[in-house]
C-alpha cells in the first residue's frame, strides 16, 4: 500500500483522470455548477424587464412648493427656495428642506416660521423710480429705496427686476411672486425699453454691432433692436430694446462700442409703459396690462415682434444652446475627418510621374493614328 503523505500522480495534459479523452465541451449542467451555472445559453437574448419611465414632474400631482409660496406673495420665488433650503416651512407639520416638493395647497397645511401660508390679494404697480433711489428692501447705508414711494398699507411688495442708482424709469412692483419670476427669467425673454443719452454720435457700424452682440462676463450678449431717436449738442438718445435682465448691460454693451451713458431711462416693461408719470410717483396696473403682462410671459421670444421699429424680432440663442451648437458641430467635424481618413486613397492618387506630373489614370499604349 502506498503510504498515506503520497502524492496522486499528476493527471496528463489532454486527458481526464478516468483515462480517455476530453469532449472539449463545457459543462453546461446547473447542478453541477458549470460554466452557465445561472445562466442562459450564449446565442440566446436574456430577456430583461424594462423598468417604468418616470413620471415627468409636470404631470405629478400638485404644485411645486416654491411656486405656491411665491403665488401666495410671501416671497419672489428665489426667496422661496431659500426659505425652504433653510428648513423654516413645514407642510402637514413635517419640515420640508428640498426644493422640488409638490403640494396641494386646498388638501395640505403649509406653514412658513409658524404662520400659516396667507391668502392676499394680489396688487400691481408701476413706479417711475428716479435717480438716487435703489431697488431693495433693506439698504443698511439708509439710502431712499423703491418700496419708500408705496403707501406703507399695500403690505408686503416686491420689485420686478431692477434699475441702478444712478438709473430712473419704469420699475414694476407686485406681490405676485409667479408673474415676477416669470417676467424677470431670460427663457421668456420679455423685452424692456430704455432711452439712453449717449455721448457722441453712433454711427450705423455701431448700431449694427450691438445688434449683432459680443461676449461680456456672464456670457452672449445683445440688443434686439436700437436706433437713433434724437440728436443733442452734448450727445445722442437712443431707444434700446433688450429682453434680458443682467446688471448694467445697457451700460457695459455701449461702453464696449466706445459711448458714455450720460442717461438712462426705462420707459417700457412689456406692454406697460412709462408714459407721463411723474418722477417717484406710482399707479396701479389696469386689468388689461395685467392681462397682457401675464401673456408676454408666457410667449417665448421668438412668438413676438419687436416694439419700437415694427421689425420681427431675431431667433434668440441662449448660452447653453449655443454651446451644444458648437459642440455638435465639432462632433460632425471629427466624424466626417475619421471618415475621410479611413477612405482608401484613389488609385493613382498621391503619386506622381519622373516628370514631376501626377498620373492620368489612363492606360499607357501605342499612339494612335490619327487620320491623313
Do not use: W
Request: with cysteine.
Amino acid at each position: 500500500m502506498p503510504p498515506r503523505n503520497a502524492k496522486k500522480p499528476a493527471s496528463r495534459p489532454g486527458r481526464s483522470l478516468s483515462g480517455g479523452k476530453p469532449s472539449g465541451k463545457k459543462n453546461t449542467d446547473k447542478k453541477s455548477g458549470g460554466s452557465y451555472a445561472g445562466k442562459s445559453r450564449p446565442g440566446k437574448p436574456v430577456k430583461r424587464r424594462r423598468k417604468a419611465a418616470p413620471q415627468p414632474a409636470s404631470e405629478l400631482p400638485g404644485e411645486r412648493l416654491q411656486k405656491v409660496l411665491a403665488a401666495a406673495g410671501l416671497a419672489s420665488r428665489r426667496e422661496a427656495e431659500t426659505l425652504i433650503l433653510e428648513g423654516r416651512v413645514e407642510v402637514d407639520g413635517q419640515m420640508v428642506t428640498e426644493l422640488g416638493t409638490r403640494v396641494d395647497r386646498r388638501h395640505q397645511e403649509i406653514f412658513v416660521d409658524g404662520e400659516p401660508l396667507p391668502h392676499p390679494k394680489l396688487v400691481y404697480f408701476a413706479v417711475n423710480k428716479p435717480e438716487g433711489v435703489v431697488c431693495t428692501a433693506n439698504d443698511p447705508s439708509g439710502r431712499p429705496r423703491i418700496t419708500d414711494l408705496l403707501p406703507p398699507d399695500i403690505g408686503r411688495v416686491f420689485n420686478v427686476g431692477r434699475l441702478d442708482m444712478s438709473s430712473e424709469g419704469l420699475i414694476l412692483m407686485t406681490n405676485d411672486g409667479e408673474l415676477a419670476n416669470q417676467l424677470t427669467h431670460p427663457r421668456h425673454g420679455v423685452q424692456k425699453i430704455y432711452d439712453v443719452q449717449v455721448a457722441g454720435e453712433p454711427g450705423p457700424e455701431v448700431l449694427a454691432q450691438l445688434r449683432k452682440g459680443m461676449h461680456l462676463a456672464e456670457g452672449f450678449a445683445r440688443a434686439v433692436d436700437v436706433r437713433v431717436k434724437s440728436r443733442k449738442k452734448n450727445g445722442t438718445v437712443l431707444e434700446m430694446v433688450l429682453d434680458e435682465g443682467r446688471n448694467r448691460e445697457v451700460r457695459r454693451l455701449l461702453a464696449r462700442v466706445g459711448h458714455k451713458v450720460q442717461r438712462l431711462t426705462r420707459i417700457a416693461v412689456g406692454p406697460v409703459r412709462l408714459g407721463e408719470m411723474p418722477r417717484g410717483s406710482y399707479r396701479q396696473l389696469t386689468h388689461e396690462e395685467v392681462r397682457k403682462l401675464k401673456t408676454a410671459s408666457e410667449d417665448g421670444p421668438d412668438e413676438r415682434k419687436s416694439t419700437s421699429s415694427g421689425k420681427p424680432a431675431k431667433k434668440l440663442v441662449t448660452d447653453q444652446q449655443a454651446a451644444q451648437q458648437r459642440k455638435r458641430k465639432a462632433a460632425r467635424g471629427k466624424a466626417s475627418a475619421s471618415r475621410a481618413s479611413s477612405k482608401p486613397p484613389r488609385k493613382g492618387a498621391g503619386t506622381q510621374s519622373q516628370s514631376g506630373k501626377k498620373p492620368s489614370g489612363k492606360k499607357s499604349g501605342p499612339p494612335k493614328r490619327g487620320r491623313r
